[in-house]
């Protein structure tokens, strides 16, 4: 009877054991308590002057809300290496590997869009912050963004073109291996062709690939047809060569880009001559006039003395607090119940003002217009999304 007795008392403390340690082992005790959110961002190669400071910001806004439903918000921050094919399997990699509750990325709509089917497939909740090509969230209920679309972009820059520079005619410089450079050309043409009323309007469209350094051909059939504007929306670092290059061409036509100049390479590049050029932005510290805004930029000046903060590093920011926004008013970290709470986003206000989120995922955003002025970028204006 003792030895009977002995042995039921073993075996159920070998069950209980067992049972803790398969909680235990299996992480759900301290997984409860943390929250993964990937980060996909290109960290090195072409694109890495955009994503280091989209990555600041959003590292930021976690350093100063750590927590939401009372867990541990941590970081998985993976290095797209300016890939396509890499952006996509770095995706894949956060969602099964890392089992991340949701997606903040990529800078860069070349990167964001092949991770696209990725995220609708696996059914994760991602947030970009400065992707603007309409592919990144068009048809995709999981993929949202804080930032305006290169629709109204385009839209910006033709109007711009035409009442502020007083263009008749424009050329295209454009990297035809960047689906936001194509597409945000695109939109200009389609746009400046409208408001002047001639369809002959644009005079040149040429071509260039993402990290060619000699633009001397392009320019030289540019200079040929001689525009009123030129529009060169590309990445920061071929932007500002072919701009540099046409000034040492004696090309002095006005140069109008997109958001992507805005990036501390781009004056760097650039230097003298890319001064007086003029760009879309999505942001100027002018138009700081929220709470958050006013939080951001103490806590950014605190850590960068004497450094202005570059308008991807402010929505890096604004997509991880509305992240967590999204998350607390589902009041859980069911993907499913995230998405939907992304999905009702309204008024959130955040350091880049307020943001709705519309039928597509897309914020209504206004644009801004920046100059380069004595080797820095200056607000010029503001144009309404409404």
């Given at each position: 009877m003792k030895r009977t007795m002995a042995m039921l008392l073993s075996a159920l403390m070998s069950i209980s054991i067992f049972s803790g340690c398969q909680s235990s082992s299996g992480g759900d005790a301290s997984a409860s308590d943390v929250i993964k959110i990937g980060v996909f961002q290109p960290l090195t190669g072409d694109y890495a002057g955009g994503g280091e400071?989209?990555?600041?910001g959003i590292r930021l806004a976690n350093e100063l809300y750590p927590e939401v439903l009372g867990k541990k918000v941590e970081l998985v921050v993976v290095d797209n290496k300016s890939d396509k094919a890499e952006s996509a399997t770095s995706v894949a990699r956060l969602i099964e590997q890392d089992k991340v509750t949701a997606l903040i990325g990529s800078y860069s709509s070349a990167l964001s869009i092949p991770a696209g089917n990725i995220i609708k497939d696996?059914?994760?909740?991602a947030l970009g912050a400065t992707c603007t090509n309409p592919q990144v969230t068009l048809n995709n209920d999981y993929y949202f963004r804080v930032c305006f679309?290169?629709?109204f972009q385009g839209t910006v820059a033709a109007n711009y073109a035409t009442t502020k520079l007083g263009a008749k005619t424009a050329a295209i410089l454009q990297e035809?291996?960047?689906?936001?450079s194509v597409g945000l050309a695109n939109f200009f043409k389609e746009d400046f062709i409208k408001i002047t009323g001639d369809p002959n309007a644009i005079v040149d469209i040429e071509n260039y690939q993402t990290g060619d350094k000699d633009f001397s051909a392009a320019l030289t059939n540019i200079k040929s047809k001689n525009p009123d504007v030129i529009f060169a929306p590309g990445n920061f670092t071929e932007s500002a060569l072919a701009v540099k290059q046409a000034r040492l061409?004696?090309?002095?036509?006005?140069?109008?880009?997109g958001d992507t100049w805005e990036t501390p390479d781009f004056l760097s590049v650039g230097g003298a001559e890319v001064e007086g050029v003029t760009f879309s932005a999505f942001f100027d510290k002018n138009m700081a006039t929220t709470e958050e805004a006013a939080k951001f930029f103490e806590e950014y000046e605190k850590r960068h003395p004497g450094q202005e903060a570059a308008a991807a590093t402010a929505l890096g920011y604004d997509a991880y607090i509305l992240l967590l926004d999204a998350i607390t008013r589902a009041n859980s970290t069911d993907k499913e119940a995230i998405r939907d709470a992304l999905a009702q986003t309204s008024n959130f206000l955040g350091v880049t003002g307020s943001t709705t989120l519309d039928a597509n995922g897309d914020a209504v955003k206004d644009a801004v217009i920046k100059v380069v002025e004595n080797g820095a970028f200056k607000y010029l204006d503001v144009v309404s999304a409404q």
């Open positions: 400071i989209e990555v600041e696996a059914k994760v909740p679309i290169d629709p035809v291996s960047n689906d936001y061409l004696g090309i002095e036509t006005p140069f109008l880009g």
